[in-house]
């Protein structure tokens, strides 16, 4: 089994930024990939953001350009670094991971963590 825990979330003005940490544990690097998604109050779930362990990177369009992926293997921690954000952006994040299914492919992954807020105020 995998288990995720998120942790970075907070409360940041516009135009600021956040990074959020995602440690996991188990068999985390037999997984195919691992990733965010987010959700809004009275939003559907989104893909946010995906990657492999051996580097490859998805984005969805609308944080294209102002986040950014990555990972650390020895760690076996996942970050995603949100830059110019927008109160748009204000979510709870979760990060997701599938033992076979790539994560931006679907938006039900195996392997769920609890949720960090990201809260962007105006």
């Known amino acids: 089994q995998v288990q995720l825990e998120e942790s970075g979330g907070g409360l940041v003005q516009a135009g600021g930024s956040l990074r959020l940490s995602c440690a996991a544990s188990g068999r985390a690097l037999g997984t195919r990939s691992i990733g965010w998604f987010r959700q809004a109050p009275g939003m559907e779930r989104e893909f946010v953001a995906a990657?492999?362990?051996?580097?490859?990177?998805y984005y969805a369009d609308s944080v294209k350009g102002r986040f950014t992926i990555s990972r650390d293997n020895a760690k076996a921690t996942v970050y995603l670094q949100m830059n110019s954000l927008k109160p748009e952006d204000t979510a709870l994040y979760y990060c997701?991971?599938?033992?076979?299914?790539?994560?931006?492919?679907?938006?039900?992954?195996?392997?769920w963590g609890q949720g960090t807020q990201v809260t962007v105020s105006s």
């Open positions: 990657t492999t362990w051996s580097g490859g990177t």
């Open positions: 997701a991971a599938d033992p076979s299914v790539a994560v931006q492919t679907t938006n039900t992954p195996r392997y």
